[in-house]
């Protein structure tokens, strides 16, 4: 069995189309220019991770001699054929892309120099900010084949030098390594009259390279850098201290074998059988680049000051209408529900609640998830000051999130020494679920408050990310979730929830029968639909059930981010799935959830994807939103992203993704649709104030 006559895509290969829809961003002439830019970088990020796990893990298959095909029907060395070939093939767009966007940014008044193009004022500029800064933090290290080849930082640029070989030995080649590290500048400023000249650091060392090395003769240099394998995972049943244990998976990394190897295209065939050699990469794993390496590098250079007119015109968040300012977050919540949408809504009011909550002499406990948070999180800081204050704080501190792992350490330590309860997660699981808990005393008994969302405390990703925030103190919803946190923090076995799901216990069954249900209701001759927005459909089972579910005639609507495995239109198999991707300015991210339920919608927004990992591997949560009015908005977010016309792209059943036709469309663009129906309603409301009149009373009258 091939993907081609499976009923289901493989995961990699769809992973790889989600990225080129983010590159597909970048050639977009309606996208601000540095924008544009920003995309690239963000595709040569999201590449420098796929290759360091998904690539990684692929190998350590191959290597252990699996070759059990997945659910498409494809082996391990199967699939990672078709990856080489596909990666290759990205590789090449994205430098003629950037090749592209760098010659409009030159017109725009942003150009990057090469050695060839400085005038001699300029040469002079790059050689003082080289004599003062860099020659002395820079170090070449001497390499020769035979010779054991040094420890190679991970995605770290390099620059390979070719000296001239000894006379006394004239067939070894001498070459020799300078790590360009991360401290210094990617972007070196060479003076300009107008805009914003710069020099890249590798071009700026590769100019003043003899003066690394005096007295020697140069024969040929070229950047490279290489990609490790850091697929590595904690193995709970053999780290009795799991601090100690992850501290080990970031040495490990360190050491991972190498899965890619970038170089510049221009490199000598010696240099590049040299590096081969010493790093044990196949010829499959050469990228050869015909412009900058790290691309990723970048970024920084999107957000460069004076080019506005080059960027997104910014849209700041707006307040919510439900948060009056000036109150008591617990007396907004406990009037009525709150449904926030991020970033199109401020995350102020969940940062306040757990600050509010810090310093609240009537609070007793809070109880607080952290999966991923910003560097100095006002959050963090929260959590340690009402500690600080004699409020019993718990917080479980996820040390296995891939890539944040030092800091999450950093944070534990910080949070314990404050004297906050840190949990390590738990043994064999990830818990990513986003949960508070805040217990507070009140006159008629204590009270629970509760925040459930489905993206991290962040308030730096909450600016760039969409994601759905709920604050309750619904009594049953409150007594679920501290049911769940002590699960997860105690031996108690998971209760049955009255109103949640959790995984890895019972929420793959939860979407089953609510699946299930809606096949169920069709075939009985009522009107039936689902729609789901979510980040990844991977999951055979579910995938499964949602075919049997179109089959029966349920129409199901898929806004899926990134990857799916799911074939839509097949007839007799798929015809009444749609599916659609939407990338845009900001990265979506919240997952929600809508069931017909013969006409009494059911809806859930969930910290969970559709993947086996999330379902079956990780502490995740699902909650439904019951109050009418938070309920009807996430049915109208979801129509807004399924009836996009401008960024929206349909899924085939052949794996391709296509644009819509825009004779036959209005222009609908989902995430300018969000923040304009934000920003009107907080219009409106300001209008109205002004047009309504409150005369002041004296307190007597009053009285």
């Known amino acids: 069995m091939t993907e081609s006559n499976s009923k289901f895509f493989n995961r990699e290969l769809s992973w790889l189309e989600f990225n080129q829809r983010v590159l597909d961003e970048a050639t977009d002439d309606t996208t601000p220019l540095l924008e544009r830019l920003r995309f690239l970088a963000i595709t040569a990020s999201n590449l420098d991770e796929f290759f360091m796990v998904r690539v990684g893990g692929l190998n350590l298959l191959i290597e252990q001699g699996i070759t059990s095909p997945d659910p498409s029907g494809l082996t391990p060395q199967q699939q990672m054929k078709a990856i080489t070939v596909r990666a290759h093939q990205f590789a090449q767009d994205q430098q003629g892309i950037f090749k592209d966007v760098e010659a409009k940014l030159q017109e725009a008044g942003i150009r990057r120099l090469r050695g060839s193009e400085l005038t001699e004022r ?100 070229a950047a490279f850098r290489i990609t490790r394998n850091a697929d590595f995972s904690l193995r709970d049943d053999l780290a009795p201290d799991v601090m100690l244990g992850m501290q080990g998976i970031l040495t490990a990394r360190k050491h991972g074998q190498c899965v890619r190897l970038e170089v510049a295209a221009d490199v000598r065939p010696e240099m590049l059988a040299f590096l081969q050699q010493s790093l044990e990469v196949t010829d499959d794993g050469v990228f050869r680049v015909e412009g900058p390496l790290e691309l990723s590098g970048f970024m920084s250079l999107a957000d460069l000051p004076g080019f506005d007119a080059l960027r997104n015109e910014a849209w700041p968040p707006q307040p919510s209408l439900d948060i009056e300012p000036g109150a008591k977050l617990f007396d907004i919540i406990a009037r009525r529900d709150v449904l926030l949408y991020h970033p199109y809504q401020s995350f102020e009011p969940v940062v306040r609640l757990v600050q509010e909550a810090a310093v609240d002499p009537d609070v007793l406990a809070i109880k607080q998830i952290l999966y991923r948070t910003s560097r100095n999180s006002p959050i963090v800081a929260a959590l340690a000051e009402a500690a600080r204050r004699g409020k019993y704080v718990t917080a479980i501190v996820e040390l296995k999130a891939r890539f944040d792992e030092a800091r999450n350490i950093e944070w534990a330590r910080n949070l314990e020494e404050a004297g906050v309860q840190v949990i390590y997660g738990v043994k064999g699981l990830k818990t990513h679920a986003k949960l508070c808990i805040i217990v507070r005393r009140e006159p008629h008994g204590v009270q629970r408050y509760v925040h459930i969302g489905t993206g991290n405390y962040n308030e730096m990703t909450a600016r760039l990310y969409s994601d759905a925030s709920l604050l309750t103190n619904n009594e049953e919803l409150g007594a679920d979730a ?132 999330n379902l079956d591997r990780r502490i995740e949560l699902l909650a439904p939103i019951e109050d009418a009015q938070c309920k009807q908005r996430l049915i109208s977010i979801l129509d807004t992203y399924f009836d996009d016309t401008v960024k929206s792209r349909q899924l085939k059943a052949d794996g391709s993704y296509v644009r819509p036709k825009k004779a036959k469309t209005k222009r609908r663009r989902s995430q300018e649709l969000l923040y304009e129906d934000a920003r009107q309603r907080v219009k409106e409301a300001e209008q109205s104030q002004r047009t309504t009149f409150e005369p002041h009373r004296s307190a007597t009258a009053a009285g």
Not at 122 to 135: A, G, M
Not at 201 to 208: H, I, Q, Y
């Open 122 to 221: 300029r040469l002079k500029s790059v050689e003082q900010v080289f004599e003062s800064e860099i020659f002395s933090v820079l170090t070449p290290m001497a390499v020769s084949p035979g010779i054991e080849f040094p420890l190679i930082l991970n995605v770290h640029l390099h620059l390979c030098v070719q000296l001239k070989a000894d006379p006394a030995t004239p067939q070894q080649p001498r070459f020799a390594l300078i790590p360009l590290g991360r401290t210094l500048s990617r972007f070196l400023t060479a003076g300009a009259e107008r805009g914003y000249s710069y020099v890249l650091l590798e071009d700026a060392v590769a100019k003043f390279l003899d003066r690394f090395f005096p007295g020697e003769t140069i024969e040929a240099h």
């Open 482 to 613: 501290v049911s769940f946190f002590n699960a997860i923090t105690g031996y108690s076995q998971p209760q049955r929830y009255r109103k949640i799901e959790a995984a890895p216990t019972g929420l793959r069954t939860r979407l089953l029968e609510l699946i299930e249900g809606e096949t169920r209701r069709k075939k009985e001759g009522q009107k039936s639909l689902i729609d789901a927005k979510i980040n990844s459909l991977v999951d055979p089972e579910l995938i499964s059930a949602l075919y049997a579910a179109s089959q029966a005639g349920v129409k199901i609507r898929l806004n899926i981010r990134g990857v799916c495995c799911l074939k839509p239109g097949v007839e007799g198999l798929s015809e009444n799935i749609s599916v659609i991707s939407i990338v845009d300015r900001y990265l979506e991210h919240a997952r929600i959830l809508r069931f017909h339920h013969g006409g009494d919608d059911l809806v859930f927004i969930s910290s969970a994807d559709w993947m086996p990992r």
